[in-house]
């Protein structure tokens, strides 16, 4: 059987869309595990381009998140992910967009600020599920790899406080929106409700999310979370991911 093969970081907000759409859908996948950082030498090579996910599967190769659901959503359309209403799907995209583009990066700014100062907890997070020995190489390679990290995402003091406003913002657009039914769009779960959780999830580091930072957190990991521990939003995160993550349909090459 020809399974579709993810390039992904496992600590990662746009790799988890993809994951997560595969495995709602039940679909067998494989997933190439790289590092931040080193994946570079990896990806340029085979695809021309640093980010992910990537999605292979019969001969295509899907880049960039938005792009790998709609091929998953065509691909294996149940149960489904796009409302079947016209209208109801053109928002749910729109959700979808804004997050991805607006509150997505700046989020990951924010969260990241705070974040990678802890260098052993933070590479230790980013090379969860590989050997030890890997583990121990990439914890003192990390300095060098945040430096970039920075460079490349634009990491910085007035970055963090955009982001943080960002992030607020979206967590309170999910209360609002989906206070009548519990979903963003109608009253069911979709591709806006996937989006918006795994963007936001950095804001509770839900149970079912599929990478762990375990405790005890630095203080720069507990600083963060504390931040947003009282706001009603993270009840929406929490909830979705509860209900709607599923278990994993990785298998092996």
Known sequence: MNHPELWQIRFSMYPEKARWALDYKQVPHVRHSLLPGPHVLTLMPRFGQKSMPILRHDGRVLKNSATVLDYVERTWPDPPLYPADAQQRA????IQKWFDDEIG???????????????????????????????????????????????DMQIGAAGAETGRERTKEALDF????????????GDRFSIADLTAATVLQATCLPLEYPASAPEPRPAGWQRWLERWRDHPGLDYVRRIYRDHRGQSCAVSE
């Open 174 to 185: 999910v209360v609002r929106h989906a206070a009548e039914t519990g979903y963003l769009i």
């Open 105 to 151: 990066p700046a989020l990951r700014r924010a969260a990241f600020f705070e974040w990678l100062p802890h260098t052993e907890y933070a590479a230790r997070v980013l090379a969860g599920g590989l050997p030890a020995w890997q583990q121990k190489v990439y914890v003192s390679a990390f300095p060098c790899i945040r430096a970039v990290m920075r460079m």
């Open 91 to 94: 928002r749910a995209l729109e």
